[in-house]
């Protein structure tokens, strides 16, 4: 594997999550923070319009931008459309500035704690997340994967190497000092381990990292014209990462009524009414829990 040259910190791809962004801020106006030896460090404000009006996106969800079929389509031309064509010329397509490595930071309203999200299972980017998960056992991995790149839609999908940093709970629009610190911790642990590597000094010992894989999204319980009916159900709430068995409460209807699960096997949810995926029809995602070598 070549050496890596330029690591890329995103921030603020949602403009209300204010603790990338902001992060961002502070490493632009103290750049030794990231400075590393064997490679150079740029940040990158995703999304300033929608930061400076603290709104998510401005016309359209930055994080779904990034398919290469729409990255390629010059009819698409909203805010966030151009906004991801520029950044892919920054950061993947402009020769002299391409990353690396992309480290996007993001954080939810659900009860998360400290997350990486995977977008492919590359070595290096497992072995990585083996490592954080080591050092920080609080920190949990999820993948999200997608059988092939041109599949993915998040700022992610510009490089191989890379993922994304996913912390809360926290409100939209506001910052948390411990969330702060914390996801500032997982940031300088990775550029740390990214330097290890160039100095060719990571250990081949094998390693095991319990995964959540990705299997499906939970749409609240609707009428026919679309109007929510229910809502996650109190024995559920804030419990992301914990199994949920069948015949486990999972919503509550308004008129008092438990919907149950209803699979046939135990799963584990995660991103549990997260304020943003309302409008994307998901009141959870689910996930399957296993344990690989690496």
Not at 29 to 43: C, G, K, N, W, Y
Not at 210 to 215: A, G, M, P, V, W
Request: net charge negative.
């Amino acid at each position: 594997m070549n050496q890596i040259n330029r690591v890329a910190i995103v921030g603020g791809t949602h403009g209300n999550e204010f603790t990338g962004a902001y992060l961002i801020q502070k490493f632009a106006q103290f750049p030794d923070l990231i400075a590393r030896q064997s490679f150079e460090t740029v940040t990158l404000l995703a999304n300033p319009n929608a930061f400076a009006a603290g709104r998510r996106y401005v016309q359209k969800d930055l994080n779904r931008c990034f398919l290469q079929q729409d990255l390629q389509d010059p009819t698409l031309n909203s805010y966030e459309e151009l906004q991801a064509k520029s950044i892919q010329n920054t950061l993947a397509s402009n020769r002299d500035g391409q990353a690396d490595f992309i480290l996007d930071l993001h954080s939810t309203t659900a009860n998360m704690g400290l997350t990486i999200i995977l977008v492919n299972s590359h070595p290096l980017n497992l072995q990585l997340a083996a490592y954080i998960s080591e050092i920080s056992p609080l920190v949990r991995i999820y993948r999200c994967s997608f059988k092939s790149i041109g599949e993915n839609p998040f700022v992610n999908s510009l490089c191989e190497l890379g993922f994304a940093i996913e912390v809360g709970p926290i409100a939209q629009g506001l910052l948390k000092a411990m969330l702060f610190q914390q996801t500032e911790e997982l940031v300088y642990a990775v550029l740390d381990y990214l330097e290890q590597f160039n100095q060719g000094e990571i250990s081949s010992t094998n390693k095991t990292l319990i995964l959540y894989d990705h299997l499906s999204v939970v749409d609240y319980p609707k009428q026919q014209n679309g109007q929510i009916f229910g809502m996650i159900h109190p024995e559920l709430q804030d419990k992301d990462y914990q199994a949920l068995n069948p015949g486990d409460p999972i919503f509550l209807t308004f008129d008092d009524k438990t919907i149950i699960y209803e699979g046939a096997s135990t799963v584990w949810p995660i991103f549990i009414n997260e304020a943003a995926y309302y409008e994307k029809g998901i009141a959870m995602c689910l996930t399957q829990r296993q344990q690989i070598n690496i």
